[in-house]
């Protein structure tokens, strides 16, 4: 079974700019959760979706948005990018027993 | 709140040893999963161990085995003859069963495994 897929692994941007992260789950997983991570703040939720469905979502600006397609894949948006905004992004794919499986991340570095 | 204290930042061990890492965590639910995730240099969160809240029962792992304490709130992490590839930070985290499917995780302690 394939594993969960993010793309891409790297990406620069400029301040100001927007920039859209990709995740694709294991076959058969409906639930994607997306988690920033960084030195300071650790791992912290952004948001997860279900059946295409928004379910919960952290407490970030309404700059970081989501979505998730029929084939479970999703996305995610940040608009306006601001340098607070580095960091490495995961995100989280779960079946119904709830384990969750991660991909390897994009690391975004906002100069 | 829901929060997951991991109280050791760093801890290093020899090759072969036995280590046992340190996680309380926070909450007023009663059903809950709980995990420890493995982060080695590649970034990737690798799932080690999970423990489903109701089984009393310590989950193992080959060589990962957890010691959970309901009552008292923790879920340290016991990994038995040490190898080189154990070298990673280690989170702890917890999902509850009922309501926000998120992750809460500890600020991780960084494990060095030395030769």
Known sequence: KAGVTQTPRYLIKTRGQQVTLSCSPISGHRSVSWYQQTPGQGLQFLFEYFSETQRNKGNFPGRFSGRQFSNSRSEMNVSTLELGDSALYLCASRGPDLGAFFGQGTRLTVV | ?115
Request: glycine residues 4%; proline residues 3%; charged residues 15%.
């Open chain 2, 1 to 115: 709140a829901q929060t997951v204290t991991q109280s050791q930042p760093e801890m290093s061990v020899q090759e072969a040893e036995t280590v046992t890492l340190s996680c309380t965590y926070d909450t007023s639910e009663s059903n809950y999963y709980l995990f420890w995730y493995k982060q080695p240099p590649s970034r990737q969160m690798i799932l080690v161990i999970r423990q489903e809240a109701y089984k009393q029962q310590n989950a193992t792992e080959n060589r990962f085995s957890v010691n959970f304490q309901k009552a008292a709130k923790s879920f340290s992490l016991k990994i038995s003859d040490s190898q080189l590839g154990d070298t990673a930070m280690y989170f702890c985290a917890f999902i509850i069963i009922q309501g926000a499917q998120k992750l809460v995780f500890g600020q991780g302690t960084r494990l060095t495994i030395n030769p």
